[in-house]
């Protein structure tokens, strides 16, 4: 918890099975990322689904 500087995440988010699993992961990086530490997120994927990762990153990372 609250332990790692940085967090890379390079294109993976984007074979989330569904929002829920795509939420569950950003919530795990931010949980395990440290207050000021850096979050990498490498989206590898088209554009419209890009803007619906991001909108789901939004959301995860407000919950938080």
Do not use: Q
């Amino acid at each position: 918890e609250d332990s790692m500087d940085a967090v890379i995440c390079c294109a993976v988010l984007h074979f989330s099975d569904d929002a829920a699993a795509f939420g569950r992961a950003v919530t795990e990086m931010g949980r395990v990322l440290a207050a000021g530490g850096l979050l990498f997120a490498r989206l590898a994927s088209i554009a419209t689904r890009y803007r619906r990762c991001m909108c789901l990153t939004h959301a995860a990372v407000r919950e938080r």
